[in-house]
Protein backbone atom coordinates (compact mmCIF):
# COMPACT_ATOMS: atom_id res chain seq x y z
CA UNK A 1 0.00 0.00 0.00
CA UNK A 2 1.36 3.57 -0.48
CA UNK A 3 2.20 5.49 2.36
CA UNK A 4 2.24 8.98 1.09
CA UNK A 5 -0.66 10.95 -0.49
CA UNK A 6 0.29 14.10 -2.07
CA UNK A 7 -2.37 17.21 -2.79
CA UNK A 8 -3.21 18.58 -4.85
CA UNK A 9 -2.57 15.92 -7.84
CA UNK A 10 -2.35 18.39 -10.27
CA UNK A 11 -1.19 22.29 -9.88
CA UNK A 12 -0.58 24.85 -12.61
CA UNK A 13 1.47 27.95 -11.71
CA UNK A 14 2.94 30.85 -13.90
CA UNK A 15 6.21 31.16 -14.03
CA UNK A 16 8.25 33.49 -10.82
CA UNK A 17 5.30 32.10 -8.67
CA UNK A 18 5.65 29.73 -5.86
CA UNK A 19 4.35 26.23 -5.78
CA UNK A 20 3.73 24.37 -2.82
CA UNK A 21 3.02 20.45 -2.55
CA UNK A 22 1.55 18.18 0.45
CA UNK A 23 2.60 14.71 1.51
CA UNK A 24 0.69 12.88 4.45
CA UNK A 25 1.69 9.79 5.58
CA UNK A 26 0.54 7.19 7.77
CA UNK A 27 3.30 5.68 10.35
CA UNK A 28 6.24 6.92 12.02
CA UNK A 29 9.30 7.57 9.70
CA UNK A 30 12.97 7.75 10.21
CA UNK A 31 12.86 9.76 7.04
CA UNK A 32 11.01 11.46 4.33
CA UNK A 33 11.99 12.58 0.60
CA UNK A 34 11.18 14.90 -1.62
CA UNK A 35 11.79 13.41 -5.97
CA UNK A 36 11.36 14.50 -9.15
CA UNK A 37 9.89 13.20 -12.14
CA UNK A 38 10.51 14.69 -15.62
CA UNK A 39 7.74 12.92 -18.32
CA UNK A 40 9.53 9.59 -19.50
CA UNK A 41 12.61 9.33 -17.09
CA UNK A 42 13.41 7.95 -13.76
CA UNK A 43 13.43 10.08 -10.50
CA UNK A 44 16.06 12.20 -9.32
CA UNK A 45 16.58 12.90 -5.54
CA UNK A 46 15.95 16.68 -4.61
CA UNK A 47 15.66 16.80 -0.78
CA UNK A 48 16.16 14.18 2.58
CA UNK A 49 15.00 15.55 5.83
CA UNK A 50 14.89 13.68 9.30
CA UNK A 51 12.27 13.12 11.70
CA UNK A 52 13.94 15.23 14.41
CA UNK A 53 14.10 18.00 11.63
CA UNK A 54 11.28 20.65 11.18
CA UNK A 55 12.06 22.62 8.18
CA UNK A 56 15.23 21.84 5.45
CA UNK A 57 16.11 24.27 2.76
CA UNK A 58 18.11 23.92 -0.58
CA UNK A 59 18.08 26.73 -3.34
CA UNK A 60 14.64 27.37 -4.16
CA UNK A 61 13.32 24.22 -2.28
CA UNK A 62 11.94 24.78 1.16
CA UNK A 63 10.80 21.20 2.96
CA UNK A 64 8.44 21.59 6.49
CA UNK A 65 8.28 18.36 7.97
CA UNK A 66 5.23 17.95 11.08
CA UNK A 67 5.59 14.38 12.89
CA UNK A 68 2.73 15.17 15.42
CA UNK A 69 0.30 15.95 12.03
CA UNK A 70 2.26 13.27 10.09
CA UNK A 71 2.58 15.80 7.22
CA UNK A 72 5.29 17.64 5.26
CA UNK A 73 4.72 20.13 2.35
CA UNK A 74 7.41 21.22 -0.48
CA UNK A 75 7.62 24.65 -1.66
CA UNK A 76 9.36 25.73 -4.96
CA UNK A 77 9.78 29.47 -4.60
CA UNK A 78 10.34 31.98 -8.26
CA UNK A 79 9.61 28.83 -10.39
CA UNK A 80 10.52 28.55 -13.21
CA UNK A 81 8.99 26.08 -16.27
CA UNK A 82 12.06 23.93 -16.17
CA UNK A 83 10.21 23.09 -12.93
CA UNK A 84 7.63 21.29 -14.53
CA UNK A 85 7.48 17.79 -13.43
CA UNK A 86 5.75 15.26 -11.31
CA UNK A 87 6.85 15.36 -7.83
CA UNK A 88 6.74 12.31 -5.35
CA UNK A 89 7.03 12.18 -1.51
CA UNK A 90 8.49 9.26 0.12
CA UNK A 91 9.21 7.78 3.42
CA UNK A 92 11.04 4.19 4.62
CA UNK A 93 7.48 4.10 7.61
CA UNK A 94 7.46 1.31 8.50
CA UNK A 95 10.28 -0.87 7.91
CA UNK A 96 12.33 0.79 10.88
CA UNK A 97 14.88 1.70 8.62
CA UNK A 98 16.53 -1.67 8.59
CA UNK A 99 16.02 -2.38 4.81
CA UNK A 100 16.16 1.39 3.16
CA UNK A 101 13.00 0.55 1.47
CA UNK A 102 10.80 3.64 0.57
CA UNK A 103 7.11 3.57 -0.10
CA UNK A 104 6.43 6.82 -2.43
CA UNK A 105 2.93 8.31 -2.41
CA UNK A 106 0.85 8.83 -5.84
CA UNK A 107 2.47 12.49 -6.59
CA UNK A 108 1.40 15.64 -7.56
CA UNK A 109 1.64 17.26 -11.23
CA UNK A 110 3.44 20.61 -11.18
CA UNK A 111 2.78 22.65 -14.36
CA UNK A 112 4.95 25.83 -14.69
CA UNK A 113 3.74 27.94 -17.64
CA UNK A 114 5.77 30.56 -19.18
CA UNK B 1 30.67 9.52 -14.41
CA UNK B 2 28.31 6.99 -12.13
CA UNK B 3 25.17 6.00 -12.76
CA UNK B 4 22.23 3.83 -13.01
CA UNK B 5 21.84 2.36 -17.04
CA UNK B 6 18.51 0.68 -17.85
CA UNK B 7 18.18 -1.23 -21.02
CA UNK B 8 16.16 -1.44 -22.98
CA UNK B 9 14.34 1.80 -23.20
CA UNK B 10 11.07 0.47 -24.78
CA UNK B 11 10.56 -3.34 -24.77
CA UNK B 12 7.20 -5.27 -26.69
CA UNK B 13 6.03 -8.62 -24.93
CA UNK B 14 3.93 -11.18 -26.94
CA UNK B 15 1.43 -13.35 -25.26
CA UNK B 16 3.22 -16.12 -23.19
CA UNK B 17 7.19 -15.22 -23.51
CA UNK B 18 9.26 -13.79 -21.24
CA UNK B 19 11.25 -10.87 -20.97
CA UNK B 20 14.34 -9.77 -19.32
CA UNK B 21 15.21 -5.67 -17.93
CA UNK B 22 18.48 -4.93 -17.26
CA UNK B 23 19.90 -2.70 -14.62
CA UNK B 24 23.49 -1.86 -14.11
CA UNK B 25 25.05 0.54 -11.63
CA UNK B 26 28.84 1.91 -11.18
CA UNK B 27 28.22 3.67 -7.61
CA UNK B 28 29.53 0.72 -6.01
CA UNK B 29 25.92 0.92 -4.27
CA UNK B 30 25.31 -2.81 -2.41
CA UNK B 31 21.48 -2.12 -2.11
CA UNK B 32 19.32 -1.97 -5.49
CA UNK B 33 15.63 -2.30 -6.01
CA UNK B 34 12.59 -2.81 -9.05
CA UNK B 35 9.64 -0.60 -9.10
CA UNK B 36 6.59 -0.58 -11.53
CA UNK B 37 5.09 3.01 -11.81
CA UNK B 38 1.53 2.62 -13.66
CA UNK B 39 0.70 6.04 -15.50
CA UNK B 40 -0.52 8.62 -13.27
CA UNK B 41 0.32 6.22 -9.98
CA UNK B 42 3.47 5.82 -7.23
CA UNK B 43 5.55 3.76 -7.90
CA UNK B 44 5.60 0.28 -5.90
CA UNK B 45 8.34 -1.98 -5.41
CA UNK B 46 8.57 -5.39 -7.22
CA UNK B 47 12.03 -7.33 -5.96
CA UNK B 48 14.89 -5.49 -3.96
CA UNK B 49 18.21 -6.93 -3.06
CA UNK B 50 20.69 -5.82 0.15
CA UNK B 51 23.38 -7.49 -0.83
CA UNK B 52 24.94 -9.87 -3.94
CA UNK B 53 23.11 -12.99 -3.56
CA UNK B 54 20.44 -12.50 -1.67
CA UNK B 55 17.03 -10.45 -2.55
CA UNK B 56 13.50 -10.10 -1.30
CA UNK B 57 10.11 -9.97 -2.50
CA UNK B 58 8.49 -6.30 -2.01
CA UNK B 59 4.69 -5.51 -2.57
CA UNK B 60 3.96 -6.69 -6.09
CA UNK B 61 6.05 -9.67 -7.05
CA UNK B 62 3.82 -11.68 -8.18
CA UNK B 63 4.74 -12.71 -12.14
CA UNK B 64 8.04 -11.42 -11.78
CA UNK B 65 11.69 -12.78 -10.69
CA UNK B 66 14.89 -11.37 -10.23
CA UNK B 67 18.72 -12.15 -9.78
CA UNK B 68 22.05 -10.60 -7.71
CA UNK B 69 25.04 -12.34 -9.15
CA UNK B 70 27.16 -9.23 -9.21
CA UNK B 71 26.92 -6.32 -7.43
CA UNK B 72 26.29 -3.91 -10.43
CA UNK B 73 23.67 -5.97 -11.77
CA UNK B 74 20.00 -6.72 -10.92
CA UNK B 75 17.86 -7.86 -13.77
CA UNK B 76 14.44 -8.25 -13.73
CA UNK B 77 12.17 -10.97 -15.71
CA UNK B 78 8.24 -10.30 -16.42
CA UNK B 79 7.53 -13.98 -16.87
CA UNK B 80 4.55 -15.15 -18.57
CA UNK B 81 2.57 -15.45 -15.49
CA UNK B 82 2.51 -11.19 -14.81
CA UNK B 83 -0.79 -11.32 -16.77
CA UNK B 84 -0.96 -7.60 -16.95
CA UNK B 85 2.81 -6.37 -17.39
CA UNK B 86 2.34 -2.75 -19.41
CA UNK B 87 4.09 -0.35 -17.02
CA UNK B 88 7.21 1.57 -16.95
CA UNK B 89 9.96 -0.04 -14.49
CA UNK B 90 12.06 1.79 -12.70
CA UNK B 91 15.34 0.27 -11.28
CA UNK B 92 17.02 2.07 -8.14
CA UNK B 93 20.11 1.78 -6.13
CA UNK B 94 21.14 2.89 -2.76
CA UNK B 95 24.14 2.66 -0.35
CA UNK B 96 22.46 -0.38 1.77
CA UNK B 97 23.54 -1.67 5.31
CA UNK B 98 27.41 0.07 4.98
CA UNK B 99 25.13 3.52 4.93
CA UNK B 100 23.09 4.98 7.20
CA UNK B 101 18.90 4.86 8.17
CA UNK B 102 18.58 7.81 5.77
CA UNK B 103 19.41 7.05 2.50
CA UNK B 104 18.29 8.91 -0.66
CA UNK B 105 18.03 6.14 -3.93
CA UNK B 106 19.42 6.89 -7.20
CA UNK B 107 17.06 5.96 -10.52
CA UNK B 108 17.95 4.80 -13.92
CA UNK B 109 15.83 6.61 -16.71
CA UNK B 110 13.14 3.05 -16.49
CA UNK B 111 12.09 0.70 -19.26
CA UNK B 112 8.84 0.77 -20.48
CA UNK B 113 7.28 -2.54 -21.38
CA UNK B 114 4.29 -2.87 -23.48
CA UNK B 115 2.37 -6.22 -24.92
CA UNK B 116 2.02 -7.06 -28.63
Known amino acids: SQQGEEDPQALSIQEGENATMNCSYK?????LQWYRQNSGRGLVHLILIRSNEREKHSGRLRVTLDTSKKSSSLLITASRAADTASYFCATDAGYGGATNKLIFGTGTLLAVQP | DGGITQSPKYLFRKEGQNVTLSCEQNLNHDAMYWYRQDPGQGLRLIYY???????QKGDIAEGYSVSREKKESFPLTVTSAQKNPTAFYLC???????????????FGDGTRLSIL
Open chain 2, 92 to 106: ASSLGLRGTVNQPQH
Open chain 2, 49 to 55: SQIVNDF
Open chain 1, 27 to 31: TSINN
